[in-house]
C-alpha cells in the first residue's frame, strides 16, 4: 500500500513546538521577530505573505509586513532591507520574490544580514550548506521542509539510496541535493537537458521533482516502491469546478504515480505547508542563536 505523505500533518507538528520553543524565550524576555517584505501586487505572492506574517502571529511571534508599492525604488529596498538589518526586535527577514523586473534581486538577496537570512538564500548560507556546516547555516524553507518529510519515511541516514532531484533551482533543486548529499544519498540533479530523463527517473530510490511543470513526471518514470516528494505548486484551470475556476496541482502526475510509489507526497498538503512552517523554525533558530542560546531540535 502506499503512503501518502501528510505534509499539514507533519507542517502542524512543527509549529506546535515552534510555538512551545517561543513561549519559552518569552519568560526570558525574548519575542522570535519576523519581518517579510512584498514589493508590487502579485496575487500568489500576496496570499503567500499573508499566510507568513498571519502564522507568524500563531508562533507568539512579533510579525511585521512591508507592503511596497511595484514601483518601489532598488534604494528604498535597500534602505528598508538595511533598516530591518539593525533592527534587534528582528531576527528573519524575508523578501518575497518574485520581485519587480527593474530590481536587482541578487543585489537585495545578498543585502540581508546573513545571521537574518531565514530564507537560506544570501552567499555565505549558501556556502555553508555546500560545504556541510549545516549547524550555522540557515537553509532555504522548502527543501528542508521536504526532507523533513522524506525522514519520516526513509530516516534521517540516507546510505545506499539513489535520490535523482529533477530541477536546479537555487531555491529548491540545489539546496535538496546538497541536504540529500548530507544524509549520504547518491545524488543525481537532473533538468531540461538531461538525457533520458524518464530512465534516470526510474533508477530514483528518492524521486523529488522541483521543476513548476504540471504533471510532467509520468507513472511509468516513478521506481515501483520509490519515496516521490513533489516540491511543484502549479495553478491550473479546473473547468470541472465551474467556469473561471482553477486548482493546485503537483508536477507528478499523481494518480498514475501513487500506484507505483512506496510513499508520495500529495499536492496540496504535503510539501507546500512545510515551506511556512520551517520558515518559523528558522525565525526561531535565529532568535535562540541571536540570544547566545543553543536552538531547540524540530
Ligand atoms: N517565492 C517563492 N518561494 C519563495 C521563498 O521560499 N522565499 C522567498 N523569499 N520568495 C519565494
Redesign the pocket.
Known amino acids: 500500500m502506499v503512503e501518502i505523505i501528510d505534509g499539514k500533518a507533519a507542517a502542524a507538528a512543527v509549529v506546535e513546538k515552534v510555538t512551545a520553543a517561543s513561549a519559552e524565550l518569552a519568560t526570558a524576555g525574548i519575542t522570535p521577530g519576523l519581518a517579510v517584505v512584498l514589493v508590487g501586487e502579485d496575487p500568489a505572492s500576496q496570499v503567500y505573505v499573508a499566510s507568513k506574517s498571519k502564522r507568524a502571529k500563531e508562533c507568539g511571534f512579533h510579525s511585521v509586513q512591508h507592503s511596497l508599492p511595484a514601483d518601489t525604488s532598488q534604494e528604498e529596498l535597500l534602505a528598508l532591507v538595511e533598516s530591518l538589518n539593525s533592527d534587534p526586535a528582528i531576527h528573519g527577514i524575508?523578501?518575497?520574490?518574485p520581485l519587480p523586473d527593474h530590481i536587482d534581486s541578487g543585489r537585495i538577496i545578498q543585502t540581508v544580514a546573513p545571521e537574518k537570512d531565514v530564507?537560506g538564500f544570501h552567499f555565505i548560507n549558501v556556502g555553508k550548506l555546500g560545504t556541510g556546516e549545516i549547524g550555522t547555516a540557515f537553509v532555504?524553507?522548502?527543501p528542508t521542509g521536504a526532507m523533513l518529510l522524506l525522514e519520516g519515511v526513509r530516516g534521517k541516514d540516507l546510505s545506499g539510496l539513489n535520490a535523482v532531484v529533477v530541477g536546479r533551482s537555487n531555491?529548491v533543486g540545489k539546496p535538496m541535493a546538497n541536504l540529500l548529499l548530507a544524509a549520504n544519498a547518491t545524488v543525481t540533479i537532473a533538468h531540461s537537458r538531461t538525457k533520458d530523463l524518464p530512465g534516470l527517473a526510474r533508477t530514483a530510490d528518492i524521486l523529488v521533482a522541483a521543476v513548476g511543470r504540471p504533471g510532467m513526471i509520468n507513472g511509468d518514470w516513478v521506481k515501483p516502491g520509490a519515496t516521490v516528494i513533489d516540491v511543484g505548486i502549479n495553478r491550473i484551470p479546473a473547468p470541472e469546478k465551474g467556469e473561471g475556476k482553477t486548482r493546485l496541482v503537483g508536477d507528478v502526475a499523481f494518480a498514475e504515480a501513487e500506484k507505483v510509489a512506496g510513499a508520495i507526497t500529495p499536492v496540496p498538503g504535503g510539501v507546500g505547508p512545510m515551506?511556512i512552517a520551517m520558515l518559523m523554525a528558522n525565525t526561531l533558530i535565529s532568535a535562540y542563536r541571536a540570544a547566545g542560546k543553543e536552538p531547540p531540535a524540530l
Open positions: 524575508l523578501v518575497q520574490l530564507d532555504p524553507c522548502t531555491i515551506t
